[in-house]
């Protein structure tokens, strides 16, 4: 029989971490039984936890509750929806790939908020042009500066009463951003390295913060690259809200790879599908494709 319920905060190398009904942090191994049947425990999981005789601040895990939902990348539990951080600033802004994070996040039918972080250094014309294409592609997006706390307020108000999972490419300001919501995380911030203005993974583990009692963060390794999940071509439209929402199309099964009649491509010539999504999706579209022939 367990001692407690709690969630797991952190996992590193085999060890969990789970704060008691007292905020004492547990540390705990999973049971043997979880390990044998290929069960393995993730941050944000609700774990029972039986404490060790030896040592009330050691545990094991003895079960999971079942899971709403499961991210593959980032590995974590629980979650209601994912921050994507980009700038205008350094490191430059990749469409390409703010989009494929939020193909990953749509596959795993997690809800994405785009964050337009370092404003204080942005070029406003840019953000605003960023935040123009994403908000018409229908998601949510806001500006800030987690150093002068410009837009922070209302960025606050999406993350209060949620499990948030911040995403991003290293050097957007991640573990900056957490250490002003959450000064108690202390995170290790990591500039820019000189070359190629990228960022050095200063954050090695995923791991959930409170949000002032109202709401948890969850940080998580940088990535500069992602590969598509392992998804069939027609499920691509439906991770594209612009995409997915289209219908009457001409072709049944349509890939809305531009054929004639197709109304993506009807769409896209009106305006109502941007051309850098537009891009994005076809170049997506061909690698889902190509992937399928081996």
């Not at 969990?16 to 547990?26: A, F, M, N, S, T």
């Not at 806001?142 to 999972?165: D, I, R, Y």
């Not at 409170?210 to 598509?228: I, K, N, R, V, W």
Request: charged share 25%.
């Amino acid at each position: 029989m367990a001692d407690f319920q709690g969630r797991i905060i952190r996992g590193v190398g085999g060890f969990y971490y789970v704060p008691d009904p007292q905020g004492r942090l547990i540390e705990c191994r999973a049971r043997g039984g979880l390990r044998q049947q290929d069960i393995r425990p993730l941050v944000g999981d609700e774990a029972q936890v039986l404490l060790t005789r030896e040592d009330p601040e050691k545990g094991r895990i003895e079960g999971l509750l079942p899971r709403k939902n499961i991210l593959i990348r980032p590995a974590v539990a629980n979650v209601d929806q994912a921050l994507i951080l980009v700038t205008a600033a350094r490191p430059p802004f990749h469409p390409g790939l703010l989009d494929r994070f939020l193909v990953w996040m749509a596959f795993q039918q997690v809800p994405a908020i785009i964050g337009i972080g370092k404003k204080d250094l942005g070029d406003e014309t840019r953000i605003r042009e960023i935040q123009k294409i994403y908000e018409g592609a229908g998601y949510p997006v806001c500006s800030f500066s987690a150093k002068t706390g410009e837009g922070l307020p209302e960025l606050e108000t999406w993350l209060a009463g949620k499990t948030t999972v911040l995403a991003g490419a290293s050097g957007v300001g991640k573990s900056t951003l957490l250490n002003r919501l959450v000064p108690q995380a202390e995170m290790e911030t990591g500039g820019l390295s000189v070359k190629g203005g990228r960022g050095r993974h200063t954050t090695r583990h995923a791991e959930l913060f409170p949000l002032g009692g109202h709401g948890f963060l969850c940080d998580t390794p940088g990535f500069s690259a992602l590969e598509l999940p392992d998804m069939e071509a027609r499920e691509l439209a439906d991770c594209f809200p612009e995409y997915g929402a289209l219908k009457g199309c001409a072709f049944r099964d349509c890939l809305h790879h531009g054929e004639k009649g197709c109304v993506a491509r009807q769409a896209a010539e009106k305006g109502l599908i941007l051309p850098s999504r537009q891009e994005n999706y076809e170049t997506m579209l061909a690698e889902i494709l190509n992937r399928r022939k081996y």
